[in-house]
T-cell receptor, first 108, second 115 residues
């Protein structure tokens, strides 16, 4: 069974701060996805990373896939209250197993 | 983009009754659908994989007689929680795939509360 451990589990920061969320596994993934979920809604796909060492940027969000394709990170620059939510890594694309989740709270 | 409709968005039922949740792919044919449950402040846990025209594959620890899944057409999968109990109260989410390792599209979820 492929498991995805995320850290930290909870993160509470002030607006303008930077943060990094980590997603780790002992298994190799063909691809990893990052989602953001708000209460009472389904998760929304942010990005898919496929190649080891790949870096993708989405405005203030930077996603990296580890060289060995066992881990990934999400870095948010200058966090805003609108970034508040549950961030989930997941993989592989054809049968998503979700990570343990990181709940982010950004205070104004 | 592809749309997955999940209905109802919330349901309250009495203990012992059964509840059916529908998941429809509105503008594409979904060869595979997935059902997840999510407890408060936790991540999504995969319950089962549903393939059109065949029996669902359940994840370890998920009771197949408790959570009945039917994927009778390429656009509809249903999850029936039978003889629901308060511990079944949870947020249930479906997702659908067109197959071939393509991205999944998620429904908006169903909040089930069993009294």
């Amino acid at each position: 069974t492929q498991l995805l451990e995320q850290s930290p589990q909870f993160l509470s920061i002030q607006e303008g701060e930077n943060l990094t969320v980590y997603c780790n596994s002992s298994s190799v993934f063909s691809s990893l996805q990052w989602y953001r979920q708000e209460p009472g809604e389904g998760p929304v796909l942010l990005v898919t990373v496929v190649t080891g060492g790949e870096v993708k940027k989405l405005k203030r969000l930077t996603f990296q896939f580890g060289d060995a394709r066992k881990d990934s990170s999400l870095h948010i620059t200058a966090a805003q209250p609108g970034d508040t939510g549950l961030y989930l890594c997941a993989g592989p694309a054809d049968k998503l197993i979700f990570g343990t989740g990181t709940r982010l709270q950004v205070f104004p | 983009g592809a749309v997955v409709s999940q209905h109802p968005s919330w349901v309250i039922c009495k203990s012992g009754t059964s509840v059916k949740i529908e998941c429809r792919s509105l503008d594409f044919q979904a060869t595979t659908m997935f059902w997840y449950r999510q407890f408060p402040k936790q991540s999504l846990m995969l319950m089962a994989t549903s393939n059109e025209g065949s029996k669902a594959t359940y994840e370890q620890g998920v009771e197949k007689d408790k959570f009945l899944i039917n994927h009778a057409s390429l656009t509809l999968s249903t999850l029936t929680v039978t003889s629901a109990h308060p511990e079944d109260s949870s947020f249930y989410i479906c997702s659908a795939s067109q197959g071939g390792g393509e991205k999944l599209f998620f429904g908006s979820g169903t909040q089930l509360s069993v009294l």
